[in-house]
């Protein structure tokens, strides 16, 4: 089992910038792939980032160039660095995790690859 609890969600203006964190508990973080989705209301959960377990990193076309994954192995905590954000970033973020080698990291933007999931937080980017 893996426990993930993520934080740093909030209300700020349009251009600004924070940083999510998503901290793993349980089984040997390093090994497993996570990765960054969001949820607004009444739309469908829809992937951010993702980090391999050897810091391969993939991104939705959306929000590449902008956010920027990366992950602690020792503090077991993988991070979604947000600048510029945009309104329409607005959403519910949830970090999920699974063991994605090799082919199977072809699979990272996808909701259902994914065996563990944390709760979430909300980030609310005003214009």
């Known amino acids: 089992q893996v426990q993930l609890i993520e934080s740093g969600g909030g209300l700020v203006q349009a251009g600004d910038s924070l940083r999510l964190s998503c901290a793993a508990s349980?089984?040997?973080?390093?090994?497993?792939?996570v990765g960054w989705f969001r949820q607004a209301p009444g739309k469908e959960r829809e992937f951010v980032a993702a980090s391999s377990w050897n810091r391969q990193t993939f991104y939705a076309d959306s929000v590449k160039d902008r956010f920027t994954i990366s992950r602690d192995n020792a503090e077991n905590t993988v991070y979604l660095q947000m600048n510029s954000l945009k309104p329409e970033d607005t959403a519910g973020y949830y970090c999920a995790a699974a063991l994605l080698a090799g082919v199977e990291w072809g699979k990272a933007p996808e909701v259902r690859a994914y065996d563990y999931w944390g709760q979430g937080t909300q980030v609310t980017v005003s214009s």
């Open positions: 349980g089984r040997t973080f390093s090994s497993f792939a």
